[in-house]
Structures are given as C-alpha cells and as structure tokens.
C-alpha cells in the first residue's frame, strides 16, 4: 500500500469539515492504515478542476497511493462531476475508499470495482436523460410563450450546436464548463466561449 491521503471538501461549515476529517482518520485507524496527509479543497460548479484543487491532489498522488473521502458526494457537485473525477483517479492507478458507501476500490479495477464505476456510468448517463427531459419541457414552455431561442442570427456553425439543449442542461444542473467540456470531449476554451457567444455566461 502507497501514501494514504484524505479528501476534504471544503464549506463555510467548519464543524463539516472536522467532522470529515474524523471520518477518515477513524476508518484509517480501524483498518490499521496511516492517514499521510490531508488535502482540503472548495468545490463548486463554477470552478474548474484546477480551481477545485482536483488537479493538485492527482498530481500530488502516484500509482498505487489510495485518496479516503468521506462520501462520493464530496467529489462533486452533481453525479456527472463524481463519475468523470473518480475515472480520473482510477486511471492514473490510484485507489479510491469512500467511507459512508463503503466502496473500496483499487487504482487496477478488479470486476467488482468495474461494475461499480459502470454502474456510475448508468447512473450518470440517466442523470444526463433527466436533465435533457427537463430542458426539453422548459424549451417547450418558453416558445409556447414566445421566447427566441437557439443561437443569436448570424451566429457562426460549431461542432456544438448539436450538444445545445445538453450544455444548457448541464449548465442549469451546475456543472462547472470545465466538467461539461470533459463530457463532450472539447477543450474548456472552446465550450466557454460557445457559452458566451449564446449568452449563458
């Protein structure tokens, strides 16, 4: 076993915070495992991952070292954010231990950890139908009322007029532009300024 290191989520309750920390160091110590170091990190859908310190704690960890949060909700801020941040850490062959969840999950996935991160998988992809239903009906609602809609005229083509209703979804949810980005395989530039050229941000 690597480096043990713990995932804080950052909030204005500090009482939560501690209370993470306890967390982790308690099911450190029963399973006889020493906690390295901890790395506390905001989380908001308006920062990117390098502004959520995502990026920092990956590069601060190597194959084989395992990250203990709390709860996967600590990741992020929608399931689309904890899927796409848990493959992260699987892949670059970290462990991943989320406490309440009771999932253990080493850097190389056996079959279990696989069908687990296929089930965030499903979970998410469902979550993204949700979201596209609910943009869907309120598209609906604002035309009947007589709202302009789509991209402003003359507007040049982009690869991601086809993804509209989506990141318009995603962006109602709270997913960061950086997340929604990932998602759609563009890079973060591109996705922020097809934002601001349709007025979203």
């Not at 920390?21 to 908001?44: C, K, M, P, W, Y």
């Not at 203990?68 to 848990?86: K, N, P, T, W």
């Not at 231990?97 to 965030?120: N, P, Q, Y």
């Not at 604002?142 to 509209?164: N, V």
Request: hydrophobic share 45%; aromatic share 4%.
């Amino acid at each position: 076993m690597g480096k043990i290191v713990g995932y804080l989520r950052v909030s204005t309750d500090k009482q939560d915070v501690d209370g993470q920390r306890l967390q982790i160091l308690d099911a450190a110590n029963a399973a006889g495992l020493t906690v390295a170091e901890f790395q506390a990190f905001e989380v908001s859908s308006r920062r990117s991952l390098d502004e959520r310190g995502i990026t920092a704690l990956l590069a601060s960890v190597a194959p084989g070292d395992m990250i203990i949060v709390a709860e996967l909700s600590r990741l992020g801020r929608s399931l689309v954010q904890v899927v796409g941040i848990v493959d992260q850490i699987l892949t670059a062959g970290v462990g991943l231990w989320s406490i309440k969840e009771g999932i253990r999950l080493a850097g190389e996935l056996d079959i279990a950890g696989k069908t687990i991160v296929t089930m965030f998988g499903l979970m998410a992809e469902i979550e993204r139908d949700l979201i596209s239903q609910r943009t869907k009906a309120g598209l609906a609602a604002a035309r009947a009322k007589g709202a302009q809609l789509g991209a402003p005229k003359g507007a040049r083509w982009s690869k991601l007029d086809q993804h509209e209703e989506e990141i318009r979804g995603y962006l109602a949810k709270g997913v960061s532009v950086a997340s929604i980005a990932k998602i759609l395989g563009v890079s973060r530039s591109t996705m922020h300024g097809h934002c601001q050229r349709r007025g979203w941000l």
